[in-house]
């Protein structure tokens, strides 16, 4: 378990191993991929997260950290419980 906290008090990711990889399911800390590239601004999904988040400010720390891990570790795949996209890479 990872804590990713801000978007409710105790909030965290579970990171699970595979054969070459790891996933991290990152459950309510973001709520599109499209976040996860810090060039992009959702300015009405930042709002809707923001609303939402019991601390904002960790909300986007731990935002940070997981675009890091995005945009650095290639075998680190990287999912939340919102996005339908994800959602269909993993169903198949």
């Keep these: 378990m990872i804590p990713l906290l801000g978007h409710t008090a105790g909030h965290c990711g579970i990171a ?3 054969q070459n990889q ?3 399911f990152c459950g309510d800390a973001y709520y599109s991929h499209l976040e996860l590239n810090p060039k992009n601004k959702l300015r009405s999904l930042g709002l809707v997260e923001k609303t ?3 601390d904002n400010e960790k909300r986007l720390f731990n935002l940070k950290r997981l675009q890091h891990l995005a945009q650095h570790e290639p075998k680190i795949e990287i999912i939340c419980a919102h996005d339908p996209d994800e959602l269909k ?3 198949k």
């Design 22 to 24: 790891w996933v991290l």
């Design 89 to 91: 890479r993993y169903q």
């Design 16 to 18: 699970i191993k595979q």
């Design 52 to 54: 939402f988040a019991e």
